[in-house]
């Protein structure tokens, strides 16, 4: 298990980092990732994030990444798995919302609640912040579903959209579109 260097993310505090990845592949769709147990635990949202509570988005578990993914931003290759163009949409720190009143995680590690088919979070993103669930909806024997829902906190504003608002990447600034045709990119 790779233990996060305390410098590696320096856009995000000591706590968990999570990273929400906008990648144009077969479809465009959102990558909502969260450090666990020194990977990216990960879900496709088609339909990306909402901030509002009244709001299901589907969210289909895919496989674990590594944390240096989490600053990946650029071209997949046409021959290699996700071919596609990636760009950082959101990224931050999240708080385990089941661990004890001290901060540790000993009450529920985010790992546990994935395997219970309940997750709840609180990110402090660029763009996103506040109280986020998970949750379990079907294990079928094709593919496991989930819904990724925003908590009705503070935070909620059902009248934002910010898939559709606020679509330039995070880390860089430049859009899927210059990130594709390699605008922007250091020499």
């Known amino acids: 298990m790779a233990k996060k260097d305390k410098n590696q993310f320096s856009w995000a505090n000591d706590r968990p980092i999570f990273v929400i990845q906008k990648h144009d ?4 769709h959102y990558d909502f990732r969260l450090e666990a147990d ?3 635990k990960s879900w496709v949202v088609p339909k990306g994030p909402s901030t509002d509570p009244s709001e299901k988005r589907l969210a289909l578990p895919t496989e674990d990444h590594p944390l240096d993914y989490a ?12 071919a596609g163009t990636v760009l950082i949409w959101d990224r931050g720190s999240y708080r385990n919302l089941k661990a004890d009143q001290n901060g540790s995680h000993a009450d529920q590690s985010v790992t546990q609640q994935i395997a219970d088919g309940h997750v709840t979070v609180w990110l402090k993103g660029e763009k996103l912040k506040g109280g986020y669930a998970l949750t379990r909806t079907d294990l079928g024997e094709e593919e496991e579903r989930w819904l990724l829902v925003k908590m009705d906190d503070d935070e909620a504003d059902a009248r934002l959209n910010p898939t559709s608002t606020e679509t330039d990447s995070v880390a860089s600034g430049r859009s899927i579109d210059d990130i594709h045709d390699g605008a922007g990119d250091k020499q």
């Open 71 to 82: 600053d990946f931003e650029g071209v997949i290759p046409e021959e290699h798995y996700g």
């Open 38 to 40: 020194g990977v990216l």
């Open 25 to 28: 592949a077969s479809s465009l």
